[in-house]
């Protein structure tokens, strides 16, 4: 069956742009997580959703990060007033229930110029 | 923050060859799981040990874990040319809703 997707697959944007980033999990999975992954570093939690609501928020790094998954299927993580700090590849994940492997879309690169 | 790191930060072998890997983490765990990077883009799922196993196996990949060391190995034998990639441990930290991330290995496998 099909995987997570995720789109775009490339973003380039200037500082101060506001991004979306939008990740569709694979079909019946409950549970749905994104990540950030900085160049030579292993991915680090953001945000996990359990169904339509976002269970721990801990890991969005400030204010200008928020996440919806609004019917309980497809994410978008929101990034306003975007910096260059801001550049990494995002990666969205999936998994039938929060005991589950979780499985990885191909990400969004987000470079911020 | 990541939770440990791997050992080595790069290796490099050649064909036919077997491959160690090592992971330490710092919290108590209920599984570490391993998944594999190419091109810095998608994580593919590889194996995952409970806390209460100390070895398992899954083709050529065997992977062990010492919860009184709070380390894990991954070993892939006769390694092949597209075997190359980044090779990340995960942890679960005690919790079942996030991963904790290694540093990564990242592995050449030169034909």
């Known amino acids: 069956g099909a995987g997570v997707s995720q789109t775009p697959s490339n973003k380039v944007t200037e500082k101060g742009k506001y991004v979306e980033l939008r990740c569709d999990p694979i079909s019946g999975h409950t549970a749905l997580y994104w990540y950030r992954q900085s160049l030579g570093q292993g991915p680090e939690f953001l945000i996990y959703f359990q169904g339509t609501g976002a269970a721990d928020d801990s890991g969005l790094p400030n204010d200008r990060f928020f996440a919806v998954r609004p019917e309980g299927s497809v994410s978008t993580l929101k990034i306003q007033r975007t910096e260059r700090g801001d550049s990494a590849v995002y990666l969205c994940a999936s998994s039938l229930t929060s005991k589950d492997t979780q499985y990885f879309g191909p990400g969004t690169r987000l470079t911020v110029l | 923050s990541q939770q440990g790191e791997e050992d080595p930060q790069a290796l490099s072998i050649q064909e036919g060859e077997n491959a160690t890997m090592n992971c330490s983490y710092k919290?108590?765990?209920?599984?570490l799981q391993w998944y594999r990077q190419n091109s810095g883009r998608g994580l593919v799922h590889l194996i995952l040990i409970r806390s209460n196993e100390r070895e398992k196996h899954s083709g050529r990949l065997r992977v062990t874990l010492d919860t009184s060391k709070k380390s894990s190995s991954l070993l892939i034998t006769a390694s092949r040319a597209a075997d190359t990639a980044s090779y990340f441990c995960?942890?679960?930290?005690?919790?079942?809703?996030?991963?904790?991330f290694g540093t990564g290995t990242l592995l050449a496998v030169q034909p």
């Open positions: 919290t108590s765990i209920n599984n």
């Open positions: 995960a942890t679960d930290g005690g919790a079942t809703n996030k991963l904790i």
